[in-house]
């Protein structure tokens, strides 16, 4: 849905985060949540998020 941000301050997350279609009831799953930014603003608008942390970028096959 959104890719990974490398931003320090909070206004683009908080603006990405504000037009997301998540809904109060679900179930957020962040792949890759890199330095939090996403991560911490989400539960605010969802019933629960998941990480899933990786080992580094996948290999092209």
């Given at each position: 849905m959104i890719s990974q941000i490398s931003t320090t301050g909070c206004p683009l997350a908080a603006i990405l985060i504000a037009q997301a279609p998540v809904k109060r009831s679900d179930?957020?799953?962040e792949i890759g949540p890199g330095c939090g930014i996403l991560t911490r603003e989400l539960?605010?608008?969802c019933?629960?998020?998941v990480?899933?942390?990786t080992a580094?970028?996948?290999s092209a096959s």
């Open positions: 179930l957020v799953v539960p605010c608008r019933r629960e998020v990480t899933a942390a580094g970028r996948p």
